[in-house]
């Protein structure tokens, strides 16, 4: 099972960065994305395709439709430079599995 | 808080063993799955390996089913990670994580520790 992601996606401070997620199991399960700057362990920014952990910033939020879960940054900052995954599970809920990545670069 | 703490990562042979722990605190440990998570460098995140909050049940991904064994010691707050048959491959840094309610593989992470496997 496999999820897809863009390599890359890029936006200007204060523009709408959106990073997508294919996997045809998400219809049927959660998506879950996480954050991870250089050096440092990956963060949790989207719960249950769009539920925003506390302490994570109103800007970052989430979405699925079919088999595409969505990220969207609005207002991007450069300090939300980083590299973005999605998670999700096989249908049977017993494999997980991390999309390729996104890295993300505001400038 | 909540802190996981990684240990036991190196250098290994290919076809050698290494025994990773992750030492939990700031949680109560027995109410939560745990996970390990690794990162070939300059790779992307692949998910390893679930152990249920009870222990009884695991589950592994196809890349390291039949190699690796996930266990975990409530009484000392612990998760451990056997390593056999390591191969050129399995070089990583590897993050233990605790699984949230919802399912997230990770609303707490440890700090990571890196394996090589090298001859």
């Known amino acids: 099972y496999e999820l897809t992601q863009p390599p890359s996606v890029s936006v200007s401070p204060g523009q709408t960065a959106r990073i997508t997620c294919s996997g045809d199991?998400?219809?049927?399960?959660?998506a879950y994305w996480f954050q991870q700057k250089s050096g440092q362990a990956p963060v949790l920014v989207i719960d249950?395709?769009?539920k925003r952990p506390s302490g994570i910033p109103e800007r970052f939020s989430g979405s699925s439709s079919g088999t595409t879960a969505t990220l969207t940054i609005s207002g991007a900052q450069v300090e939300d430079e980083a590299d973005f995954y999605c998670?999700?599970?096989?249908?049977?809920?017993?494999?997980?599995?991390f999309g390729g990545g996104t890295k993300l670069t505001v400038l | 808080q909540v802190q996981l703490v990684e240990s036991g990562g190196g250098l290994v042979k290919p076809g050698g063993s290494l025994r990773l722990s992750c030492a939990a605190s700031?949680?109560?440990?027995?109410?939560?799955?745990m996970t390990w998570i690794r990162q070939a460098p300059g790779k992307g995140l692949q998910w390893i390996s679930y152990?249920?909050?009870?222990?009884?049940?695991?589950y592994y991904g196809d890349s390291v089913k039949g190699r690796f064994t996930i266990s975990r010691d409530d009484a000392n707050k612990s998760v451990y990670l056997q390593m056999d048959n390591l191969r050129v491959e399995d070089t990583a840094v590897y993050y233990c994580?605790?699984?949230?309610?919802?399912?997230?593989?990770?609303?707490?992470w440890g700090h990571g520790v890196l394996v090589t496997v090298s001859s």
């Open positions: 998670y999700s599970t096989d249908t049977s809920g017993h494999h997980g599995v």
């Open positions: 994580a605790r699984v949230a309610h919802s399912g997230a593989p990770g609303d707490y």
């Open positions: 199991a998400l219809p049927k399960k959660y």
């Open positions: 700031g949680f109560i440990f027995t109410d939560y799955y």
């Open positions: 249950e395709d769009s």
């Open positions: 152990i249920s909050a009870s222990g009884s049940v695991t």
